[in-house]
């Protein structure tokens, strides 16, 4: 149990174009889910915290209008990279925790992002 | 900032030897976790070990920690080639509330050469 899918596992994008991430709790209501960012060699930096039908808390440093997520369901958070450049290159990764799971988070595989 | 801090921050030994690698953090924590992230790949909750407690044990892995001196150690016992992988202790604040931001250290990457 408490898997967590991300889609697309990698994409390509031209400079200036939007790109959304999806991560979805498969097997268990998420009412929290975390989107971290991770450069090469790099530790994971949390960006932002979502709660189910509240709007996202950021990070300092983290701009909101460039990093959309919206947590529209209980399976189902998004990350929207807007205008996207090339230093926003970087491993994404999101995570979900849930009610009984005492705070565990459990981790999406991750989605490789390449701006040209 | 990063709160953990690991080290070393990479380590290369022999299979069947015996690996550790130590993770350092500045505030007080309600407990103290240790992931594992093959290249490229997500991360794998390994163990997690709360603020009252000292040693925790899971197969050949064997976590401590020190509030004292706000520290932790992960102990990986006859290692095998395909324990090669970075590995990252995350502290979980001790600040209440029902939505625990984990802080992630910067990683030991261990090679475990065959």
């Known amino acids: 149990g408490a898997v967590v899918s991300q889609h697309p596992s990698w994409v390509i994008c031209k400079s200036g174009t939007s790109v959304k991430i999806e991560c979805r709790s498969l097997?268990?209501?998420?009412?929290?889910m975390f989107w971290y960012r991770q450069f090469p060699k790099q530790s994971l930096m949390l960006m932002a915290t979502?709660?189910?039908?509240?709007?996202?808390?950021?990070e300092q440093g983290v701009e909101k209008d460039k990093f959309l997520i919206n947590h529209a369901s209980l399976t189902l958070s998004t990350l929207t990279v807007t205008s996207a450049h090339p230093e926003d290159s970087s491993f994404y990764i999101c995570?979900?925790?849930?009610?009984?799971?005492?705070?565990?988070?459990?981790f999406g595989p991750g989605t490789r992002l390449t701006v040209l | 900032s990063q709160q953990g801090e690991e080290d070393p921050q990479a380590l290369s030994i022999q299979e069947g030897e015996n690996a550790t690698m130590n993770c350092s953090y500045k505030t007080s924590i309600n407990n103290l976790q240790w992931y594992r992230q093959n290249s490229g790949r997500g991360l794998v909750h390994l163990i997690l070990i709360r603020s009252n407690e000292r040693e925790k044990h899971s197969g050949r892995l064997r976590v401590t920690l020190d509030t004292s001196k706000k520290s932790s150690s992960l102990l990986i016992t006859a290692s095998r080639a395909a324990d090669t992988a970075s590995y990252f202790c995350a502290t979980a604040p001790n600040s209440g509330g029902s939505n625990y931001k984990l802080t992630f250290g910067k990683g030991t990457l261990l090679t475990v050469n065959p």
């Open positions: 097997d268990f209501q998420a009412t929290t």
């Open positions: 979502s709660n189910e039908g509240s709007k996202a808390t950021y």
């Open positions: 995570s979900a925790t849930g009610t009984g799971y005492n705070n565990e988070q459990f």
